[in-house]
């Protein structure tokens, strides 16, 4: 089942601590909100074979959900798992180019050299910079009104962890599955006025997954397969701001990045809200093809996401654009 309550944790963080734990060490963050204290327990080694996680540091976070970031109130809320809310998927809401990725390990001796060392360095950071605010996306549990915080010591206990991908597990964690409930670190820092964001993923999980329950629907591994559509066709560019009044003339451009042609039928375009769009004809090698936007999808102008699915259903490329990106009216956005 999915993860019962899901949500984002925001405020300001006053101290961290490795938990060296030799089976389940984690990354242990105390955050402030208002009056009441959360540890956040950031999983930094898998237990399941391989160990190292997949970790990706974005030191310039840009999508669309940071706009409805700053308006929540300090503390936990528990998002709606749906497209278009604030709730995280590594699949479906194109946060990153899961090929970035990396495995690391949780510890290693010298410095700046292990994932806990990753975290940390961002941690310390919103630790020391005045105004600075932590979001942790995960499942929240507590208040435990009669029990210390086991690192921190607070009372009542309370907490957020899942703070990595929650779909697409290892059958000994599909019970854990969901869309729309990925966990993640994201940093505001505003004296450079940036958004820092931690994604991490466990190398057993698949990145194609059913749309309802979140199950694994192809094999687990950081690089795609043989069998997986990654990348043969790009979205390379998108008119989301045409001149003159609505209904504008939005356009999507492809480009087919593979060796050989590519049929298009039963191939279809989402936008954030997944909305979608079903192609047709075919499109050579090595050559672009701009596709006319046709309701329901919409590109809308305060940001969005585009995905392209395969026949299958299968993601093959997504972006996403902001708002502040979108303003120029009649240029096109390059990917």
Do not use: C
Request: hydrophobic residues 35%; charged residues 20%.
């Amino acid at each position: 089942m999915p993860l019962e309550r899901y949500g984002v944790l925001k405020g300001s963080v006053v101290d961290a601590r490795r938990e060296d734990d030799p089976d389940t060490p984690h990354y242990q963050v105390h955050v402030r909100a208002e009056s009441t204290s959360y540890r956040v327990a950031v999983n930094v080694k898998s237990q399941l074979s391989p160990s190292e996680l997949l970790f990706l540091v974005d030191d310039r976070f840009l999508h669309p959900l940071t706009a409805g970031l700053p308006a929540l109130p300090h503390g936990f809320t528990q998002l709606q798992r749906e497209p278009g809310s604030l709730a995280l998927d590594f699949i479906r809401g194109n946060l990153f180019d899961r090929l970035q990725l990396r495995p690391l390990p949780h510890n290693l001796p010298g410095p700046e050299n292990d994932l806990s060392d990753r975290v940390e360095h961002y941690v310390a950071r919103a630790r020391q910079e005045h105004g600075s605010e932590v979001y942790a996306f995960g499942e929240r549990w507590g208040p435990e009104q009669d029990k210390q915080d086991k690192i921190f010591g607070f009372l009542p206990g309370n907490g957020i962890h899942d703070i990595h991908m929650n779909q697409g597990n290892h059958p000994q964690f599909a019970r854990d599955d969901g869309v729309w409930q990925d966990g993640a670190l994201v940093f505001n820092f505003p004296s450079t006025d940036q958004w820092v964001a931690i994604f991490l993923a466990f190398q057993s999980q698949s990145w194609h997954t059913d749309d309802s329950t979140g199950h694994a629907i192809t094999e687990p591994g950081p690089v795609p397969g043989p069998a997986e559509p990654d990348r043969v066709v790009r979205i390379v560019g998108a008119l989301v701001n045409p001149i003159g009044p609505a209904p504008e003339p939005e356009t999507i451009t492809l480009l087919n990045a593979s060796p050989e042609p590519v049929q298009l039928a039963g191939w279809e375009i989402a936008d954030r809200f997944k909305n979608k769009q079903s192609l047709a004809g075919m499109i050579a090698a090595g050559v672009t093809l701009t596709v006319p936007v046709q309701p329901p999808v919409q590109l809308g102008n305060k940001g969005g996401i585009i995905t392209l699915l395969d026949d299958r259903g299968l993601k093959v490329d997504g972006v996403s654009y902001t708002e502040r990106e979108a303003q120029r009216e009649g240029w096109t956005l390059i990917f």
